[in-house]
C-alpha cells in the first residue's frame, strides 16, 4: 500500500481539491480524483526530498514573531512609500548581492519565503556555486545594511535552526 499511496493526507487533500475545483461528486470525478492523487503522490515519491533536521525548534517562535513584525513595518513602510512620494532622486530601487554561509536546503527555502513575503524584498536568484543570493530591494538606501540585515537578522537564526 505504501509503494501506491505513499503521502496518504497529500493524496486525500489533492482528491478533495479536485472535487471542491470541479463541483462535482460523481463517478468519473471520483475516479479522476482518485487517479490524480495516485498520480501526485508517485510524482512526490520519485523526488526524493532531503530530510529536515531541526535543531533548535526553541528558537523558532521567536523567529516567527520577528517575521509577521517585519511584514507589518514593511507594509507601512512601502504605503509610505506608493503613497507619499517624496523626490524621484530621494528613493531607488536596486539589486544586492547577499553571501550567504547557509547551505541548508530547507533553512534558504525558508529565508526565500520570508525575504519574498516581506513587502519590498524580493529574493531573485541564488548561485549554488558560490553561495550568494541576488535580493531586489524598493527602497535601496544602503547595500551594506541590507546585507547585515538578511545575515544577522534572518541566516544566523535559520542556521541555528536547521544546521
Given at each position: 500500500?505504501?509503494?501506491?499511496?505513499?503521502?496518504?493526507?497529500?493524496g486525500l487533500g489533492l482528491a478533495l481539491l479536485w472535487l471542491l475545483l470541479t463541483e462535482s461528486v460523481s463517478t468519473a470525478a471520483f475516479l479522476l480524483a482518485t487517479a490524480l492523487a495516485?498520480?501526485?503522490c508517485g510524482t512526490l515519491?520519485?523526488?526524493r526530498f532531503p530530510k529536515a533536521?531541526?535543531?533548535?525548534?526553541g528558537s523558532v517562535p521567536g523567529l516567527l514573531?520577528?517575521?509577521?513584525?517585519?511584514?507589518?513595518?514593511?507594509?507601512?513602510?512601502?504605503?509610505?512609500?506608493?503613497?507619499?512620494?517624496?523626490?524621484?532622486d530621494a528613493r531607488r530601487s536596486g539589486f544586492v548581492r547577499v553571501p550567504l554561509d547557509m547551505r541548508s536546503p530547507h533553512g534558504l527555502a525558508a529565508l526565500a519565503c520570508i525575504l519574498t513575503a516581506t513587502p519590498g524584498t524580493v529574493w531573485v536568484d541564488y548561485?549554488?556555486?558560490?553561495?550568494?543570493?541576488l535580493l531586489h530591494v524598493?527602497?535601496?538606501?544602503?547595500?551594506d545594511a541590507w546585507v547585515?540585515?538578511?545575515?544577522?537578522?534572518?541566516?544566523?537564526?535559520l542556521m541555528e535552526i536547521f544546521e
Amino acid at each position: 500500500m505504501k509503494r501506491w499511496f505513499p503521502y496518504p493526507l497529500i493524496g486525500l487533500g489533492l482528491a478533495l481539491l479536485w472535487l471542491l475545483l470541479t463541483e462535482s461528486v460523481s463517478t468519473a470525478a471520483f475516479l479522476l480524483a482518485t487517479a490524480l492523487a495516485l498520480a501526485g503522490c508517485g510524482t512526490l515519491l520519485r523526488l526524493r526530498f532531503p530530510k529536515a533536521r531541526l535543531r533548535r525548534l526553541g528558537s523558532v517562535p521567536g523567529l516567527l514573531r520577528d517575521v509577521v513584525v517585519e511584514v507589518f513595518r514593511s507594509n507601512n513602510a512601502v504605503a509610505r512609500i506608493i503613497l507619499r512620494p517624496s523626490r524621484e532622486d530621494a528613493r531607488r530601487s536596486g539589486f544586492v548581492r547577499v553571501p550567504l554561509d547557509m547551505r541548508s536546503p530547507h533553512g534558504l527555502a525558508a529565508l526565500a519565503c520570508i525575504l519574498t513575503a516581506t513587502p519590498g524584498t524580493v529574493w531573485v536568484d541564488y548561485d549554488s556555486t558560490d553561495g550568494t543570493m541576488l535580493l531586489h530591494v524598493l527602497d535601496l538606501i544602503d547595500e551594506d545594511a541590507w546585507v547585515r540585515i538578511v545575515k544577522d537578522r534572518w541566516e544566523r537564526r535559520l542556521m541555528e535552526i536547521f544546521e
